[in-house]
């Protein structure tokens, strides 16, 4: 998979074909572009680097601030100052931008520093970058979990120089650009530096090692040289006072000279910046070559843990890219907390959870538990420290936690980890946290009226509450299951029986279709409500379009009458954004997969492409590509509910590795699909032999492995048409009566 990938999809402006069928009906409220970036990254990893233009909103590429519609240009091609690091993936309009330290090789004065030339012959892969730039310099990077090693070849010149600039961050657009609030930067010796900025309130601090020794090394302030100066401090920068500042190297060079940089990073001083730098380049000798190589090899071995059989290498390049970018955040910085003194698991870029927690999460958890258990773990030390689980978390000081998206949707994931029995969490901890969190902003509403607003926030409390109970029946609390099941069954307050929709509200980036087919822990009562199954697919029959003419998508700068009239169509947003993207599986909760299968056809061969313009919308931290990893397998998980629900993959076999087991998916009567084919349906399905006639498993049965084989044809058949897949459980009597190890 690794030499499939192509960290280019999603960083231009949507070029997939038209649509045809149901995919024509679907429409598209957020930018035509997946916002993603082709720098050097790690899994998981703390750092990335990349090549820097200001574009919004990674700080690569050639697009202007949108939020709605095809993505304005704000340049006619790619031109970057300079390499930056700490990029965001795939995410909207985030506000902290990041891209500090920008490191930019010259070959004239600083009077030109923050000139933007031309890039040619990019080319990226997992853990590297490399592009040329009009001035004859190469410029590649790569990363390690907590640094990042740049290396430029220079060509013949009088006065080569390579300059970092401590000053800069975020991007080149209004309001866009980051100010620090103290700065102090100093020489230790020759080639060996150091330093730290405060921006948006957290201390980033830094470690470099350049191997230019025949090159002067000098500060420079307001783009001149401070000739004997080996220490520069800020103590109150201003916006108003900013002047560039930073450190640089210096000298002629020869044609085909390399100068190589090390830069170690941490968020606790510039001491554990240099034990960062020394742990990532402990094992290996040779510089940048030796970390691209190690870097490679971990995501080798990521990148494996899912195989496909396919002989369309387009299909394989899109599968592998949208793993890729499924396991770039969030970022796990251990021991590197700001916010508090005490050392453990730290997490940021939770680029939110109302993106991640259906699809990335989940599949985190498949391939990475431990990851997983890090991650409940840094949550639980945010909500003790700061009050409350986060919907989004970043590095950035403030309360700045994206309430409006949603509540409570950490809880799924802590549900998730119980019910597999994952070790390595306090439950006695966690179902605290989970209580009481529930209790805060939205959720004192909830308890007092037993409704709020956004009203999608009851259906996120009242899955919160189950989830809780999920974790208090695992340690016996069953005085504390009493208190919280009445609550998890105040969800019906956020629908309106006359419509069987949600009722009247407003709504986070959709509309009431678009939050009215979320898969709730009590799907059986849902469609009661709906007026029961024919009433419930008719309503998601009209939400996909069938039968509906072909929409017009926004274009440039649409305005709020042309944005309104497509909310107003109520209609599926088709991969470009994440309020309904687990809604194709309700299906299966009135005995229609076959209408699952349709639609999931449609998305995964229409939604997807590759070449940069391969997304549909802002991939958000893997959200949308998560997607397609699970669609493409045949496989969804329902997040919180240890539950997976089945339809025909794309992929005639399939192996995954988790972390103690492999699952292998085979397919009989396997017709290759395609954009342009109809789709297939499940005949059967048999899971190490044995017949499986429901149209779910666990997440369980994955984990533990084992070999799935379904049968595929090209008529809808019976299978899973008179089962239901479990609704509403009693907790008490649930697999976790047996309980949980801590």
Not at 313 to 328: I, R, W
């Amino acid at each position: 998979m690794f030499d499939l990938v192509d960290p280019f999809i999603g960083t231009a402006a949507t070029d997939l074909p038209q649509p045809h069928g149901i995919a024509a009906s679907w429409w598209w409220p957020k930018p035509q572009v997946g916002n993603t970036h082709p720098g050097a990254t790690y899994p998981f990893g703390m750092v990335s680097a990349c090549a820097f233009s200001g574009a919004y909103p990674t700080g690569y590429g050639i697009y202007e601030l949108g939020t709605e519609g095809l993505p304005v240009p704000m340049t006619d091609r790619m031109r970057v100052s300079g390499f930056t690091h700490f990029q965001q993936s795939g995410t909207g309009a985030i506000r902290k931008y990041y891209n500090y330290f920008r490191v930019t090789p010259m070959l004239s004065t600083l009077d030109d520093l923050g000139t933007a030339w031309q890039v040619r012959d990019e080319y990226a892969e997992p853990g590297y970058y490399r592009a040329e730039l009009e001035t004859g310099i190469v410029c590649e990077v790569t990363v390690g979990p907590k640094s990042a090693v740049h290396r430029y070849t220079f060509p013949e010149s009088r006065d080569a120089r390579l300059v970092v600039d401590f000053s800069t961050g975020g991007l080149a657009i209004p309001y866009g650009e980051t100010i620090p609030l103290r700065a102090h930067l100093e020489f230790l010796g020759q080639g060996s530096a150091r330093g730290e900025v405060v921006m948006e309130g957290t201390p980033l601090a830094v470690h470099l090692e350049c191997d230019a020794t025949d090159f002067r090394q000098v500060l420079w302030y307001d783009r001149r040289i401070m000739p004997g100066g080996s220490r520069l401090d800020f103590a109150d920068i201003r916006p108003t006072t900013l002047r560039p500042f930073g450190l640089m190297w210096a000298g002629p060079s020869v044609a085909g000279q390399t100068v190589e940089l090390r830069m170690g990073f941490s968020l606790r001083g510039t001491e554990q910046a240099k034990a960062n730098l020394a742990a990532d380049t402990a094992n290996f000798v040779g510089g940048f070559h030796a970390r691209r190589q190690q870097t490679q090899d971990v995501w080798r071995d990521h990148l494996s843990q899912i195989k496909v059989s396919t002989p369309d290498q387009d299909q394989g390049t899109v599968m592998a890219t949208a793993l890729y970018h499924s396991l770039m955040k969030p970022c796990f910085a251990k021991d590197e907390s700001p916010f508090w003194p005490t050392n453990g698991p730290f997490v940021y870029d939770l680029c939110t959870m109302w993106d991640i927690y259906k699809t990335q999460l989940p599949l985190m958890t498949l391939l990475r538990p431990k990851r997983a258990v890090d991650l409940a773990n840094a949550l639980l030390k945010i909500c003790e420290e700061e009050g409350n689980f986060p919907i989004g978390y970043r590095m950035a000081r403030g309360a700045d936690r994206f309430s409006r998206q949603g509540s409570a949707l950490a809880h799924t994931l802590f549900a998730d980890l119980c019910q597999l029995r994952m070790p390595g969490v306090d439950w006695d901890r966690a179902v605290v946290h989970m209580h009481t969190d529930l209790r805060r902003t939205y959720g004192e509403e909830y308890l007092r009226d037993g409704i709020t607003h956004p009203i999608s926030h009851v259906l996120d409390l009242a899955f919160g509450y189950w989830c809780a109970a999920v974790v208090a029946d695992a340690i016996d609390d069953q005085a504390l299951v009493a208190d919280l099941e009445p609550w998890a069954d105040g969800w019906p307050a956020a629908f309106n029986p006359e419509t069987g929709l949600m009722a009247k509200s407003t709504f986070y980036e959709g509309g009431p279709w678009n939050y009215s087919f979320r898969l709730l822990h009590d799907m059986a009562a849902r469609i009661k409500v709906a007026g029961g199954e024919d009433r419930f697919v008719e309503l998601l029959d009209r939400f996909f379009g069938y039968g509906a003419p072909a929409v017009v998508q926004p274009g440039l700068r649409p305005g709020r009458d042309e944005l309104e009239r497509g909310y107003e169509l109520g209609r599926f947003e088709g991969m470009n954004n994440e309020p309904d993207m687990e809604a194709p599986w309700a299906y299966h909760f009135a005995g229609r997969p076959d209408r699952t299968a349709e639609v999931v056809h449609a998305a995964v061969h229409q939604m997807f492409g590759t070449g940069p313009g391969g997304l549909a919308g802002n991939d958000d931290s893997g959200a949308i590509s998560s997607w397609y990893v699970w669609a493409s397998l045949g496989l969804f998980p329902v997040a919180g509910q240890n539950l997976v629900l089945l339809h025909p993959p794309a992929f005639e076999e399939a192996e995954i590795r988790t972390a103690e087991s492999e699952i292998l998916i085979r397919t009989s009567g396997f017709r290759p699909p395609s954009r342009d084919t109809a789709a297939q349906y499940i005949q059967s399905v048999r899971l190490d032999g044995v017949e499986v006639p429901q149209t779910w498993l666990t997440m369980s049965d994955l984990h533990r492995g084992g070999e799935l084989h379904i049968t595929l044809g090209d008529t809808p058949s019976n299978w899973g048409s008179s089962l239901r897949p479990p609704s509403r459980p009693s907790v008490g009597t649930s697999a976790l009566a047996t309980g949980v190890t801590k």
